[in-house]
């Protein structure tokens, strides 16, 4: 079998080679793509290279939002120093993905559109309000990133739909993030469970908004709904404890080979309290050190 390589330096000559032919794929870092090649899951006709494509690359941080290129890789992400400084979730959940050799080649885009929901990105990005802009042939259009996919492996773009960049608003006045990744293996391995955490507290320090979107508990990121339980209050230990139960009987995970289904439906609640305790502690470390 011969596979076609197709090297686009323009988005026209990315739709062009991809146009019509189903089994034409993007390629962008590969660390994917070529695991289900080589398994027999996916067969290319053709090959489209993302590696040039003009419009894809940098990290924009001095514009009202933050604007990743999806061809960024994790790697990048991980070590900027304005995503550091502003969002450190995001740098530390950028940190935490596979192994090095999976974060120096795997972009922030292939990971969206690989659509794994064991995946790290989308459960911090869901929260954070981030949008894909995603280019078509005929139009662009910005997609919240918890609707890229509609189950394990199957993102919602079409066929020729490229992810061209991710937008990230800045954390408003009182909002802190944070992102808890529970391994049960190997600190490499795909999350067991995941959660990401967004508050955002008044002066007082009384919670006025939160959200909260757990990772490899169901076919894509679930985005939880009790977190309106925190609104109105301070987060004080029996909230937290009110919180861990009714995430925990809120999700319905399947069994895989990192855990049971309620070990992961347990393990869904502690890690819930567990990244608002988290996003509260990185507020007074930010606190001690200005
Ligand atoms: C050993 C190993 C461990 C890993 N561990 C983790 C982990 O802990 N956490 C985690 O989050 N991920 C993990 N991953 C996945 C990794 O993050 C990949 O980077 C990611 O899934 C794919 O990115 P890529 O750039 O290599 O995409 P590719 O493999 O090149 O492409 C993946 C899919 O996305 C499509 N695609 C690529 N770019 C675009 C785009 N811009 N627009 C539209 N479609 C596009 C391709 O056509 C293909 O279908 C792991 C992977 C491996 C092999």
Same mark, same amino acid.
């Given at each position: 079998v011969t596979v076609a390589f197709a090297r686009p330096?323009?988005?026209?000559?990315?739709?062009?080679?991809?146009?019509?032919?189903?089994?034409?794929?993007?390629?962008?870092?590969?660390?994917?793509?070529?695991?289900?090649?080589?398994?027999?899951?996916?067969?290319?006709?053709?090959?489209?290279?993302?590696?040039?494509?003009?419009?894809?690359?940098?990290?924009?941080?001095?514009?009202?939002?933050?604007?990743?290129?999806?061809?960024?890789?994790?790697?990048?992400?991980?070590?900027?120093?304005?995503?550091?400084?502003?969002?450190?979730?995001?740098?530390?959940?950028?940190?935490?993905?596979?192994? /090095?050799? /999976?974060?120096?080649?795997?972009?922030?885009?292939?990971?969206?559109?690989?659509?794994?929901?064991?995946?790290?990105?989308?459960?911090?990005?869901? /929260?954070?309000?981030?949008?894909?802009?995603?280019?078509?042939?005929?139009?662009?259009?910005?997609?919240?990133?918890?609707?890229?996919?509609?189950?394990?492996?199957?993102?919602?773009?079409?066929h020729d739909e490229i992810i061209t960049r991710v937008r990230v608003p800045w954390p408003s006045d009182g909002e802190v993030s944070s992102y808890v990744k529970f391994l049960s293996g190997t600190y490499d391995d795909y999350a067991t469970v995941s959660v990401g955490c967004r508050l955002v507290r008044d002066s007082s320090g009384e919670v006025t908004d939160a959200s909260l979107a757990a990772g490899a508990v169901g076919p894509t990121v679930v985005m939880l709904e009790q977190p309106a339980q925190l609104v109105g209050t301070r987060a004080e230990p029996d909230v937290l404890d009110e919180l861990e139960r009714a995430v925990t009987d809120s999700v319905s995970p399947n069994p895989d080979r990192r855990g049971s289904a309620d070990y992961k439906r347990a393990m869904t609640g502690v890690v819930a309290a567990r990244a608002v305790r988290k996003a509260l502690a990185s507020d007074q470390l930010a606190a001690a050190s200005r």
């Open positions: 330096e323009t988005l026209e000559q990315a739709f062009e080679a991809l146009h019509g032919d189903e089994d034409a794929h993007m390629l962008a870092g590969g660390v994917s793509i070529v695991l289900l090649m080589g398994s027999g899951l996916m067969a290319p006709t053709t090959l489209v290279s993302l590696a040039r494509v003009a419009g894809m690359d940098g990290i924009e941080t001095s514009g009202e939002v933050l604007d990743i290129g999806a061809r960024s890789t994790h790697h990048t992400i991980a070590t900027d120093r304005a995503v550091a400084a502003r969002i450190p979730a995001a740098a530390e959940l950028f940190s935490l993905i596979g192994n /090095v050799r /999976v974060r120096m080649a795997g972009t922030v885009g292939g990971n969206l559109a690989h659509a794994d929901p064991a995946q790290d990105p989308v459960v911090l990005l869901s /929260v954070l309000g981030a949008q894909a802009v995603v280019a078509g042939p005929t139009a662009e259009r910005l997609v919240a990133v918890e609707d890229l996919a509609d189950g394990p492996l199957s993102p919602t773009l079409e």
